[in-house]
């Protein structure tokens, strides 16, 4: 694997950005409209809470770490669609890159521009809200790579769904985070939810990370042994997610499929 041809991909992505306003910006505005509309719910909510308890810190706190999720995701889309959107797909691969170059390529890039969307929305949180989290460097260190993992594969399956159905397919990938988010706790723990739901919570890694991260933002201890599974169980997604795009990869090679993001019709 050459880290060249993942740097091409990632400073065609960035220039893209730098030439294009319009793109810069729905990096940083998705992210600020969320703080806002979640900042303010839990100011209002907070003229009802007692003095121990602080909905910006569990409710808005919770909702930056939620950012990983549809920041990566949807940045990863993103820049696979970019190629499929200005019918350069197939010129990506006639040039001598790997497949794993290439989604290295696409991680970066996404990985870049969701740290500089989570971190405004971070200064945009203290600023506007007194955001502030507990000094729990390590904690928030594993918690924050968990999330990036998920939705790293996240990504790479919303990809796959595209790269098998065709560019039409988009839109049953930008709503996976939405569908994902009732199920995880995000906002409120996973036992106000129906049993069936339950199931399939617990085996959804960013379920460990809320449980654990709402309770260390309620001055709780740290719930290591949860944001262990879910470290474990994010690494086991991702490594499935790999395989079965590696597998539609080839299907799309083979069939010719792949032809059709070079299409006019697209």
């Known amino acids: 694997m050459h880290f060249r041809a993942s740097y091409a991909i990632f400073l065609r992505y960035w220039y893209l950005l730098m030439s294009t306003p319009q793109r810069l910006i729905q990096v940083f505005i998705w992210s600020v409209f969320d703080i806002v509309l979640w900042g303010l719910v839990t100011k209002y909510l907070n003229t009802f809470a007692s003095a121990e308890f602080n909905f ?7 909702l930056l770490f939620w950012q990983f999720i549809t920041r990566i ?7 696979f669609l970019e190629d499929s959107w200005t019918r350069n797909f197939l010129n990506v691969f006639a040039s001598p890159i790997r497949i794993s170059e290439y989604v290295a390529g696409i991680v970066a890039s996404s990985a870049f521009t969701s740290a500089v969307a989570i971190s405004f929305a971070a200064v945009v949180s203290a600023l506007a809200f007194g955001l502030t989290l507990p000094p ?8 924050s790579l968990i999330l990036v993992i998920f939705a790293i594969t996240l990504g790479i399956l919303s990809t796959t769904i595209i790269l098998r159905l065709g560019s039409s397919a988009e839109w049953f ?9 009732p199920l995880v706790g995000v906002f409120y723990p996973i036992s106000v939810l129906p049993g069936w ?3 399939v919570a617990l085996v959804l890694p960013p379920t460990y990370v809320f449980e654990s ?4 933002l309620a001055g709780g201890p740290i719930a290591w042994e949860g944001l262990a599974v879910g470290l474990g169980l994010s690494l086991l997604y991702l490594t499935i997610a790999a395989w079965i795009f590696m597998r539609t990869y080839r299907w799309a090679i083979r069939a010719g499929a792949i032809s059709r993001f070079g299409s006019e019709s697209f």
């Not at 995701?73 to 820049?79: E, F, L, R, S």
């Not at 729990?136 to 918690?143: R, W």
């Not at 990938?173 to 988010?181: C, M, R, T, Y």
């Open 56 to 62: 910006t810190t569990v409710l808005l706190g919770s």
């Open 73 to 79: 995701q949807q940045g990863y889309i993103m820049v």
């Open 136 to 143: 729990l460097i390590v904690p928030f260190i594993v918690i």
């Open 173 to 181: 990938a930008w709503p996976v985070p939405a569908v994902i988010q």
């Open 197 to 199: 739901a339950q199931a």
């Open 213 to 216: 991260l709402r309770e260390a």
